[in-house]
């Protein structure tokens, strides 16, 4: 069995990997090899984080999505999961719709991959515009009962075969349940674009200062996504590091940033602490108290409207002043993090799709919705951000897969990322500021 995994950043290729591992890793007995791809972009992560996310494979390139196609028309795998961007995800089916449909792939013993995609945490905007740009997977996956209902009501409102959306969780919760520790300690969980304004980053992280500096019996951590210079899912235009270093005083003595493997952190976490990161999941999965903060209001772009009648919404107020959230059970079944054993069986029934569609003797076309016919003015230009024309062909100039770039080329890719990063994380900030004069 052979497994790919073509990602987009350092957390979806968490998700990605580890959600291959889970559907296709209890009807392998001999084990599955796990190929890993890159997709070049602006998130296109480090060996740092590579090494952070802890998620290994047989082999990880990184690729342009003209490469990864004509990849898969040369030696397509069992199964692929795409860990991408809506738009990503939409062009690499219709290319693969393209190559797939040729002969050398439809008779004898070749056949297409079994695709599926999903999303890698609280899916709390864009709903209809993601999963339409989805749509064509043969599994789509929802992390949780509501996500399903929420999915299939998307597809069929529009008219579209919703028979792909199949529920199943995030495959990253887990670790051992909580326990106290000594120090008490209280994590934030940093998030790299929410909020996005200075003055409201500066206020929390003001806020942790000041939680520390009441509470200097705790340990009171910040935890990081990425250091300067490094990009995630989300682009992140003033990191937390750099706001710290115009603290008064400097950090007190009980509060440091932190990187490293959430779930390492949450091993000694008694508080976590957040806008509204997925990794408040992963701490309700192990029952750490966790609150979901209500200080810059409870709004759909920050995210924390998703906790609405969770019980964990609160106020720096209130936890300096001692208070702990108590989850609601009945939100917590409906996102798929209660600790009733369910969660071990949440795979179950994506393991079950994936294997019927391996049965089959052949797959039939891949048909997103989006289409020539039904979106004709908005499909061309996802496929132009990839390189690909209209059908899901190459278009002229695509680079080449059949060669490894030149020390030139690689010397130019470089330099390019560097400059957009630059221009992100210190030029627009500059350029944003001068538009509020």
Same mark, same amino acid.
């Given at each position: 069995?052979?497994? +790919?995994?073509?990602?987009?950043?350092?957390?979806? &290729?968490? &998700?990605?990997?580890? @959600?291959?591992?889970?559907?296709?890793?209890?009807?392998?007995?001999?084990?599955?090899?796990?190929?890993?791809?890159?997709?070049?972009?602006?998130? !296109?992560?480090?060996?740092?984080?590579?090494?952070? %996310?802890?998620?290994?494979?047989?082999?990880?390139?990184?690729?342009?999505?003209?490469?990864?196609?004509?990849?898969?028309?040369?030696?397509?795998?069992?199964?692929?999961?795409?860990?991408?961007?809506?738009?990503?995800?939409?062009?690499?089916?219709?290319?693969?719709?393209?190559?797939?449909?040729?002969?050398?792939?439809?008779?004898?013993?070749?056949?297409?991959?079994?695709?599926?995609?999903?999303?890698?945490?609280? %899916?709390?905007?864009?709903?209809?515009?993601?999963?339409?740009?989805?749509?064509?997977?043969?599994?789509?996956? +929802?992390?949780?009962?509501?996500?399903?209902?929420?999915?299939?009501?998307?597809?069929?409102?529009?008219?579209?075969?919703?028979?792909?959306? !199949?529920?199943?969780?995030?495959?990253?919760?887990?670790?051992?349940?909580?326990?106290?520790?000594?120090?008490? @300690?209280?994590?934030?969980?940093?998030?790299?674009?929410?909020?996005?304004?200075?003055?409201?980053?500066?206020?929390?992280?003001?806020?942790?200062?000041?939680?520390?500096?009441?509470?200097?019996?705790?340990?009171?951590?910040?935890?990081?996504?990425?250091?300067?210079?490094?990009?995630? !899912?989300?682009?992140?235009?003033?990191?937390?590091?750099?706001?710290?270093?115009?603290?008064?005083?400097?950090?007190?003595?009980?509060?440091?940033?932190?990187?490293?493997?959430?779930?390492?952190?949450?091993?000694?976490?008694?508080?976590?602490?957040?806008?509204?990161?997925?990794?408040?999941?992963?701490?309700?999965?192990?029952?750490?108290?966790t609150a979901v903060l209500t200080d810059l209001g409870v709004r759909e772009a920050l995210?924390?409207?998703?906790?609405?009648?969770?019980?964990?919404?609160?106020?720096?107020?209130?936890?300096?002043?001692?208070?702990?959230?108590?989850?609601?059970?009945? &939100?917590?079944?409906?996102?798929?993090?209660?600790?009733?054993?369910?969660?071990?069986?949440?795979?179950?029934?994506?393991?079950?799709?994936?294997?019927?569609?391996?049965?089959?003797?052949?797959? *039939?076309?891949?048909? *997103?919705?989006?289409?020539?016919?039904?979106?004709?003015?908005?499909?061309?230009?996802?496929?132009?951000?990839?390189?690909?024309?209209?059908?899901?062909? *190459?278009?002229?100039?695509?680079? +080449?897969?059949?060669?490894?770039?030149? *020390?030139?080329r690689q010397i130019v890719r470089r330099a390019a990322r560097g400059a957009y990063r630059h221009g992100?994380?210190?030029?627009?900030?500059?350029?944003?500021?001068?538009?509020?004069?």
């Open positions: 069995m052979r497994v +790919a995994v073509l990602a987009d950043s350092d957390t979806r &290729w968490k &998700w990605g990997a580890l @959600t291959a591992n889970r559907i296709v890793s209890d009807n392998q007995p001999d084990g599955h090899r796990l190929g890993g791809y890159l997709l070049r972009g602006r998130a !296109t992560p480090t060996p740092r984080q590579l090494e952070e %996310v802890g998620v290994r494979a047989d082999s990880l390139r990184e690729v342009t999505a003209v490469e990864f196609l004509r990849e898969m028309e040369r030696d397509a795998p069992d199964v692929l999961v795409l860990a991408l961007v809506g738009g990503a995800v939409q062009a690499v089916l219709h290319g693969l719709a393209r190559v797939t449909q040729d002969a050398r792939l439809t008779e004898g013993t070749r056949r297409r991959p079994v695709v599926v995609t999903g999303y890698v945490g609280v %899916v709390y905007e864009k709903l209809a515009d993601g999963l339409l740009l989805r749509h064509g997977a043969d599994v789509v996956l +929802a992390n949780s009962r509501q996500d399903a209902e929420r999915f299939r009501a998307v597809y069929e409102g529009v008219g579209a075969d919703a028979s792909s959306v !199949t529920e199943a969780a995030l495959p990253f919760l887990g670790g051992a349940p909580y326990e106290k520790h000594d120090p008490y @300690t209280v994590v934030f969980a940093a998030q790299p674009s929410v909020p996005e304004t200075a003055a409201h980053r500066t206020y929390l992280l003001r806020r942790i200062v000041e939680h520390a500096r009441l509470h200097p019996d705790r340990e009171v951590l910040l935890k990081l996504r990425s250091k300067p210079g490094e990009h995630t !899912t989300h682009i992140e235009e003033l990191p937390y590091q750099k706001l710290a270093q115009r603290i008064d005083g400097g950090l007190p003595a009980n509060c440091r940033l932190v990187y490293g493997h959430m779930g390492e952190v949450l091993d000694r976490t008694d508080l976590l602490v957040t806008v509204s990161s997925t990794a408040a999941l992963e701490s309700l999965h192990r029952r750490i108290p995210g924390n409207h998703h906790f609405t009648g969770s019980g964990c919404l609160a106020s720096w107020d209130q936890l300096d002043a001692g208070h702990l959230p108590v989850p609601d059970e009945t &939100w917590l079944a409906r996102q798929g993090v209660a600790a009733d054993g369910a969660y071990e069986r949440a795979f179950d029934e994506a393991r079950e799709k994936v294997t019927g569609l391996l049965a089959q003797p052949q797959l *039939p076309p891949l048909q *997103p919705y989006y289409s020539l016919t039904t979106a004709r003015g908005y499909l061309p230009g996802i496929l132009a951000r990839h390189h690909l024309g209209p059908d899901g062909a *190459p278009l002229p100039g695509a680079p +080449a897969a059949d060669k490894d770039p030149g *020390p030139v992100v994380q210190r030029v627009a900030p500059v350029i944003r500021r001068m538009g509020e004069l």
